[in-house]
């Protein structure tokens, strides 16, 4: 912008303080322009960033809420905590626990996700160019029905009188219905159902870009299948492998609604921990050191995706 | 069109039937390739027959849509024949995926592997095939060398030149010594000065490595320089099959003779065919004159035909009685090297005449004029169709 403006004005002695001017009004303009965007940014996402940093610093009150004097307890309850009855410290097993589960979970449903997200987004970008909207209107379908509807869908396919044992008992493969509602494997099969698009779109993107000119060279160069897809397929598609892997991961970490409804009570993660600090624990200030726990192990997250990404895009810019 | 008639790079090798004993390279018998299903499907390849013999530098000719792509691709094995099968040194390849044929391709759009460096991609193929990395490395710098691209090992193929890509593509389809190598117009891309080096490189490549390249092209002067035999492909069909000096001399059918050079079409009666006579036709001309012609292969059968005569092949005279042709001239370009005479025959049509001028000499014909052509002995062809 600055340069269309040194180059609108004669090149002239006069003409670089006009050059000056024309540069401060630009910078005012472009504030002018940004700032409802950035109004809502403060008062949507750091304002109450802002709000939840500070809560964690504060002592819980009785009933909930906080009372107002500094103290790191929040903090403290994070990862220790102190023994009722003889005060000796120890880790706070409760949380690693969930902590652990919720990481474990994300990464096996971010895995499940490519495993079948990767054919299909394959499957997609090699129809023919008309057919493909359809293929991902399909896949875009679940987006347009309520979290909770899809949620209780899941448990209705899964539980123990539900469409798999009921099929599978009928047909005498098992004779007791396997106990699947309330597990983690519930968890990640909701969470694989509600978040699977978000790896397919990114993926199929790449791939759409994808020369497969390239593939065929890579089968007259005697690749075999894998081959091509080990060495030529993945190593092309993989901003899209990582962008779809974030966007499944950071979801899943925080998920809340999924786990509370196929996980029952006791499979509990981390949002569903969170929730618990806020409502029933009573315990504001830990909810908001927990919280801004899981948005620093997403920010590492992004940070990993950034940088690879750039890495790579270098690279395909062939 | 400069003249193909002085750059001679025919070896000879013309018709279909060599040496029994010596197995052609690719054998395609009867191969049909028809895409899609129902009314919407679309003939590619009609029951096309080709013999591909060793070491042979074979060229397949034709404008695009004729199925020249489609039958590399078949001998490639990115797609599998229809009907009718492929050999390649005497054993069925119909329908092997690509990579366990020993055939390799230089793709059009040359298909380099952006995420691998240039000696990466010299060596892939070697790679695949499972090759120890001392004996890889021996070969990828080979084959830098082979085609002058020392310098540039290390380098990504996003930084190199569009010719330098071009050598890559050929050095990593030559690396795993394949027994045939297929180039789908490979010289496209290039623009004209390095098309020309390309294809004395490619020539040089052929000669040194021994290996069968099977070359697609819709370019007839680069089949007619590079080529020992072309097949001049029509939708779908292989027309003719012959040496460069075989196709542009005796054209068989009328889309040969018009796609390759510029050509004379006249109508004329087939008169008598002398058997004896290494198959010389008589016929009559439009004018009335009798001029002695060559039969193409098959039968033809007598009454009307059409013969074509290169426009180098006559001589543009003072009307007289012995004229073969007479017209009124209608148009002189100058070429610098010849001068292209139009005439409207007498007897209905046009002919063109091409003379090569003499230095500070005119022709001596006006537009206007009164002329008569006369038709080098031996230069009439007779067309199938």
Same mark, same amino acid.
């Given at each position: 912008?600055?340069? @269309?403006?040194?180059?609108? =004005?004669?090149?002239? @002695?006069?003409?670089?303080?006009?050059?000056?001017?024309?540069?401060?009004?630009d910078v005012r303009n472009r504030w002018l322009l940004a700032s409802p965007a950035l109004t809502v940014i403060f008062f949507a996402a750091l304002g109450p960033l802002l709000i939840m940093l500070v809560y964690s610093f504060? =002592?819980?009150?009785?009933? *909930?809420?906080? %009372? +107002? &004097?500094? &103290?790191?307890?929040? +903090?403290?309850?994070?990862?220790?905590?102190?023994d009722i009855f003889d005060d000796t410290l120890g880790f706070a097993d409760g949380h690693l626990s969930i902590f652990w589960r919720s990481l474990k979970l994300s990464l096996g449903t971010t895995i499940l996700a490519l495993l079948f997200g990767f054919p299909t987004a394959y499957y997609i970008a090699t129809r023919p160019a008309n057919l493909r909207p359809v293929f991902l209107f399909l896949i875009t379908i679940p987006f347009w029905t309520n979290l909770l #509807?899809?949620?209780?869908?899941?448990?209705?396919?899964?539980?123990?009188?539900?469409? %798999?044992?009921?099929?599978?008992?009928?047909?005498? %493969? #098992?004779?007791?219905?396997?106990?699947m509602l309330y597990t983690d494997f519930a968890i990640m099969v909701g969470m694989l159902y509600v978040y699977l698009p978000l790896m397919v779109l990114p993926l199929y993107a790449s791939m759409e870009r994808l020369d497969f000119r390239l593939v065929e060279a890579g089968y007259d160069l005697y690749a075999t299948r894998l081959g091509v897809l080990r060495r030529i397929i993945v190593p092309m598609v993989?901003?899209?492998?990582?962008? *779809? &892997?974030?966007? %499944?991961?950071?979801? &899943?970490?925080?998920?809340?609604?999924?786990?509370?409804?196929?996980? *029952? *009570?006791?499979?509990?993660?981390?949002?569903?921990?969170?929730?618990?600090?806020f409502g029933q624990g009573r315990n504001w200030p830990l909810g908001a050191a927990l919280s801004i726990t899981l948005l620093v192990i997403v920010m590492v997250a992004l940070l990993f995706y950034v940088r690879n990404a750039s890495k790579s895009g270098v690279k395909s810019h062939g | 069109m400069s003249g193909p008639d002085g750059s001679g790079t025919s070896k000879g090798v013309g018709g279909l039937h060599g040496n029994l004993d010596a197995m052609p390279a690719i054998s395609v018998r009867q191969v049909t390739k028809v895409f899609g299903t129902g009314p919407g499907s679309v003939t590619a390849l009609d029951s096309v027959s080709i013999d591909i013999q060793r070491n042979e530098f074979f060229t397949l000719l034709g404008p695009s849509g004729?199925?020249?792509?489609?039958?590399?691709?078949?001998?490639?094995?990115?797609?599998?024949?229809?009907s009718g099968r492929i050999d390649l040194e005497g054993s069925d390849i119909s329908y092997l995926p690509p990579f366990k044929r020993p055939v390799n391709t230089v793709f059009q759009s040359y298909a380099l592997f952006p995420h691998m460096s240039v000696a990466e991609n010299i060596g892939f193929g070697l790679k695949m095939l499972g090759k120890p990395v001392s004996e890889i490395e021996a070969e990828v710098d080979a084959m830098l060398k082979l085609v002058k691209m020392e310098a540039m090992r290390d380098r990504s193929t996003a930084q190199i030149s569009g010719g330098q890509q071009q050598r890559v593509a050929l050095a990593r389809a030559l690396a795993p010594k394949p027994k045939v190598l297929l180039l789908d117009e490979p010289l496209s891309a290039l623009d004209l000065k390095l098309r020309k080096e390309m294809q004395i490189e490619l020539k040089r490549l052929q000669n040194e490595t021994g290996i069968t390249f099977v070359f697609v092209t819709h370019d007839q002067e680069e089949a007619l320089t590079m080529s020992d035999r072309i097949a001049v492909m029509n939708a779908g069909?292989?027309?003719?099959?012959?040496?460069?000096?075989?196709?542009?001399?005796?054209?068989?059918?009328r889309f040969v003779a018009d796609f390759i050079g510029d050509t004379n079409f006249m109508d004329a009666d087939l008169v008598s065919v002398a058997k004896s006579a290494a198959n010389k036709a008589s016929l009559k001309l439009a004018s009335g004159k009798k001029i002695a012609a060559s039969l193409p292969e098959g039968d033809v059968a007598t009454g009307p035909v059409t013969a074509v005569v290169r426009p180098e092949h006559a001589t543009l005279t003072k009307p007289k009685p012995s004229s073969d042709l007479t017209g009124t001239l209608e148009n002189v370009v100058y070429f610098g090297t010849d001068t292209h005479y139009h005439v409207a025959l007498a007897s209905g049509g046009k002919f063109t005449v091409r003379m090569q001028n003499a230095r500070d000499q005119a022709g001596g014909f006006e537009t206007g004029d009164k002329v008569g052509i006369d038709i080098d002995a031996g230069a009439t062809q007779l067309l199938r169709d």
């Amino acid at each position: 912008m600055t340069d @269309t403006a040194a180059v609108s =004005q004669p090149p002239t @002695t006069s003409g670089a303080d006009a050059g000056v001017a024309a540069r401060r009004k630009d910078v005012r303009n472009r504030w002018l322009l940004a700032s409802p965007a950035l109004t809502v940014i403060f008062f949507a996402a750091l304002g109450p960033l802002l709000i939840m940093l500070v809560y964690s610093f504060l =002592q819980k009150g009785a009933y *909930g809420g906080v %009372v +107002w &004097s500094f &103290s790191t307890d929040g +903090w403290f309850n994070v990862f220790l905590k102190r023994d009722i009855f003889d005060d000796t410290l120890g880790f706070a097993d409760g949380h690693l626990s969930i902590f652990w589960r919720s990481l474990k979970l994300s990464l096996g449903t971010t895995i499940l996700a490519l495993l079948f997200g990767f054919p299909t987004a394959y499957y997609i970008a090699t129809r023919p160019a008309n057919l493909r909207p359809v293929f991902l209107f399909l896949i875009t379908i679940p987006f347009w029905t309520n979290l909770l #509807i899809r949620t209780f869908a899941i448990m209705e396919v899964i539980r123990n009188e539900g469409v %798999v044992n009921t099929l599978l008992m009928s047909l005498g %493969v #098992i004779s007791t219905p396997i106990q699947m509602l309330y597990t983690d494997f519930a968890i990640m099969v909701g969470m694989l159902y509600v978040y699977l698009p978000l790896m397919v779109l990114p993926l199929y993107a790449s791939m759409e870009r994808l020369d497969f000119r390239l593939v065929e060279a890579g089968y007259d160069l005697y690749a075999t299948r894998l081959g091509v897809l080990r060495r030529i397929i993945v190593p092309m598609v993989k901003p899209g492998i990582i962008a *779809g &892997s974030i966007l %499944v991961f950071v979801p &899943s970490l925080g998920a809340y609604v999924t786990p509370r409804v196929l996980g *029952g *009570g006791k499979n509990m993660m981390l949002g569903n921990l969170i929730e618990l600090q806020f409502g029933q624990g009573r315990n504001w200030p830990l909810g908001a050191a927990l919280s801004i726990t899981l948005l620093v192990i997403v920010m590492v997250a992004l940070l990993f995706y950034v940088r690879n990404a750039s890495k790579s895009g270098v690279k395909s810019h062939g | 069109m400069s003249g193909p008639d002085g750059s001679g790079t025919s070896k000879g090798v013309g018709g279909l039937h060599g040496n029994l004993d010596a197995m052609p390279a690719i054998s395609v018998r009867q191969v049909t390739k028809v895409f899609g299903t129902g009314p919407g499907s679309v003939t590619a390849l009609d029951s096309v027959s080709i013999d591909i013999q060793r070491n042979e530098f074979f060229t397949l000719l034709g404008p695009s849509g004729c199925g020249k792509t489609t039958l590399l691709r078949l001998i490639a094995g990115f797609d599998h024949p229809t009907s009718g099968r492929i050999d390649l040194e005497g054993s069925d390849i119909s329908y092997l995926p690509p990579f366990k044929r020993p055939v390799n391709t230089v793709f059009q759009s040359y298909a380099l592997f952006p995420h691998m460096s240039v000696a990466e991609n010299i060596g892939f193929g070697l790679k695949m095939l499972g090759k120890p990395v001392s004996e890889i490395e021996a070969e990828v710098d080979a084959m830098l060398k082979l085609v002058k691209m020392e310098a540039m090992r290390d380098r990504s193929t996003a930084q190199i030149s569009g010719g330098q890509q071009q050598r890559v593509a050929l050095a990593r389809a030559l690396a795993p010594k394949p027994k045939v190598l297929l180039l789908d117009e490979p010289l496209s891309a290039l623009d004209l000065k390095l098309r020309k080096e390309m294809q004395i490189e490619l020539k040089r490549l052929q000669n040194e490595t021994g290996i069968t390249f099977v070359f697609v092209t819709h370019d007839q002067e680069e089949a007619l320089t590079m080529s020992d035999r072309i097949a001049v492909m029509n939708a779908g069909q292989v027309l003719q099959v012959g040496s460069p000096r075989d196709i542009y001399d005796h054209p068989s059918r009328r889309f040969v003779a018009d796609f390759i050079g510029d050509t004379n079409f006249m109508d004329a009666d087939l008169v008598s065919v002398a058997k004896s006579a290494a198959n010389k036709a008589s016929l009559k001309l439009a004018s009335g004159k009798k001029i002695a012609a060559s039969l193409p292969e098959g039968d033809v059968a007598t009454g009307p035909v059409t013969a074509v005569v290169r426009p180098e092949h006559a001589t543009l005279t003072k009307p007289k009685p012995s004229s073969d042709l007479t017209g009124t001239l209608e148009n002189v370009v100058y070429f610098g090297t010849d001068t292209h005479y139009h005439v409207a025959l007498a007897s209905g049509g046009k002919f063109t005449v091409r003379m090569q001028n003499a230095r500070d000499q005119a022709g001596g014909f006006e537009t206007g004029d009164k002329v008569g052509i006369d038709i080098d002995a031996g230069a009439t062809q007779l067309l199938r169709d």
